[in-house]
């Protein structure tokens, strides 16, 4: 027996027995299961095991769950709002050419564009995944953090 697969066995022990899961233990079965991918020939007693693992860890509530509708509503919501004021910004003129000479407003108004047009893409990015993700088939049923 590897090395690999009896602390495979002992953290599939210790995912089953114990309420909670320490941040070590699943620090350490990340860590195994990258060398599994790593390894040109897996074992796949190994692969079986570490699949067990991640789903009994995916099962238990160690991050918080968000209902999707939800959180694809709040998403739109501020993503709209920001969108405005990236649209709001551009409608304020600055000189490129006088670029030397720009005081504090210039500045300020480039990075309102700046910031709004990268929370309109963060805000609006999880829309992109849920449209690939209908396109390939995938279900999502909602937002984790941890």
């Not at 074992?43 to 209902?67: G, H, W």
Request: proline letters at 2%.
């Amino acid at each position: 027996m590897s090395a690999r697969l009896s602390e495979l066995e002992g953290i599939l022990e210790e995912v089953k027995s114990a309420d909670e899961v320490s941040k070590t233990t699943r620090t350490q079965f990340w860590k195994i299961v990258r060398q599994i991918k790593r390894d040109r020939n897996p074992d796949n007693t190994e692969i079986k095991i570490a699949t067990k693992i991640r789903n009994n860890l995916f099962e238990r509530n160690t991050s918080r769950v968000y209902s999707l509708g939800w959180f694809l509503v709040g998403e739109y919501v501020f993503g709209f709002l920001f969108g405005l004021v990236y649209v709001y910004a551009l409608l304020i003129p600055v000189s490129w050419v006088n670029i030397l000479s720009w005081g504090f407003f210039e500045i300020f108004v480039i990075l309102v564009r700046f910031f709004g047009l990268f929370a309109v893409i963060a805000l609006f990015y999880p829309y992109g995944r849920l449209m690939a993700g209908a396109g390939y088939g995938i279900k999502f049923d909602g937002m984790y953090f941890s």
